[in-house]
């Protein structure tokens, strides 16, 4: 058996006033999850414990952001919290204020038996 990816992931979000990169991350986090729905745990029979989950944040300070908390935002899997450095800060000069804006990326990996697996010809009728 190999681990595929199933579903890949993107979001971003951000903290306009607080320059709180965790909660920038997280928002980023949850801005992903709202866009992907993965219905073969239940369809199938998998128990969603044996997906592992990569979340990849990006911010300006990676170094800000509490992992403990992002994971918190996942809701199925075993989650691998990678932060690296990437996303945008946007410095308002006139009222001396940085505004976080972070970057997620989640993969979805599933260990997959290739013989397992078919695609079905699309019946005709």
């Not at 709202?34 to 300070?61: A, C, K, N, P, Y």
């Not at 804006?101 to 599933?110: D, E, F, G, R, T």
Request: proline share 2%; aromatic share 4%.
């Amino acid at each position: 058996m190999s681990e595929q990816r199933i579903i890949l992931e993107m979001g971003t979000g951000n903290d306009l006033y607080g320059e709180d990169y965790t909660k920038a991350a997280c928002r980023a986090v949850q801005d992903a999850l709202h866009h992907s729905s993965i219905v073969l745990f239940q369809s199938l029979g998998i128990d969603h414990r044996q997906m592992r989950v990569e979340v990849t944040i990006g911010v300006q300070t990676p170094e800000a952001v509490d992992v403990d908390a992002v994971t918190r935002e996942l809701p199925r899997g075993r989650a691998e919290i990678t932060v690296v450095h990437g996303g945008l800060n946007v410095h308002d000069e006139a009222n001396g204020q940085t505004h976080v804006i972070a970057s997620a990326a989640i993969a979805a990996m599933l260990e997959i038996e290739h013989d397992d697996w078919q695609l079905c010809p699309s019946s005709s009728g």
